[in-house]
């Protein structure tokens, strides 16, 4: 019987979740496309065709982003309806748990889990590349907040240095502005160069702008030396977020120290909390199943809806939460990746503990 009733739930949980997931990727493609198609046409040069090649590549990301939040709804829907028509009371009544039906849709739970997976480590790496190479990565972003999103921000030593990040990606040193600093982490000047050439000293900058705090004084010259330490040939993946970097690239850079430009725990962050997503479509089913169970007897489809998405909001702030303050080294890299997952899981024990008395 529960080879039938598994089947049934699977497919009922896997059309809606579909449904869910359909109608979500197709408004936030829409809006991007309503914000960005003309930048895309000016970057083309009126190439329609580069429109629609931009859609699809973006679709990827808008799958991986929307999953989650699609299980957690198609979830809602499946055992708000299978409550609706007295079918989980029926199950119920025959004396199949909540444990019963956490087993009998761990399958579907686990093949979710895999197409998250692999989105976030091929498709999107993969997408974001292309649209790297077409030029369209940064589309649509105007004026300052544009300049800041496409920088890439880097450390040597205690100077800090901003790269535009369309230079990093192509491993070159253009339009550069180096934060010189002391010992104690105080401004003490900033260099400004249109170009940058490695000598054994250091590097070269060309037609430079130095600005220095005390005194307060502004020269030009037309090449300086900067004696800090940047790995050229690893812009392109230091220039990279999480979404654009793969497993293995992350490996590399964590084995190699960031080549001393990012802190390895970033990429450890990363790393961990690509797998800890891959745990979010069956813990949030899980949560749903329990939450059905405990409010068996109010038979309220939209209490149950509300609840749902109560604790499902909940847990994606916590999750972006936990996983900024690991980029910021604020939490090692595990907890960072794991912490919602986690007291997910706990509040899933609980209530189950709790009904089965």
Known sequence: MMTILARYMSRKLFAHTLLVLASLVALSLTFELMERTDNVLALS???????????????????????????LVGALITFGMLRRYDELIAMWGSGVSALDMMKALLPIALVLGAIQFGLDDFAVPQSEAFLRDRGLG????????????????????????????????HGELQDIIVFRRDASGSLIERLDATNATPVPEGWMLQDVTSRTVTPSKLTTHKTLLWQGHIDIDQLPLLAGSQQELSLREMAFLIDNDGFGQRPADLYRTWRQHRFASTMVPMLVICLVITLAQRFHRT???????????????????????????????????????????????????????????
């Open 45 to 71: 040069d009126g190439n329609a065709f580069a429109v629609v090649a931009y859609a699809v590549l973006r679709t990827p990301e808008f799958i991986a982003k929307q999953l989650p939040m699609s299980v």
């Open 138 to 169: 940064e589309v649509g972003r105007k004026d300052l907040v544009a300049k800041e999103l496409s920088a890439t921000w880097l450390r040597s030593g205690q100077d800090v240095v901003r790269i535009p990040k369309a230079a990093a990606q």
């Open 299 to 357: 038979g309220d489809f939209g209490y149950l809806m509300l609840t749902g998405m109560g604790y499902g909001f909940a847990f994606f702030v916590v999750d972006g939460a936990s996983l900024a303050m690991g980029e910021a080294a604020l939490l090692p890299p595990w907890f960072a990746a794991w912490c919602a997952e986690f007291v997910l899981s706990c509040l899933i024990a609980a209530f189950i503990l709790k009904a089965e008395g």
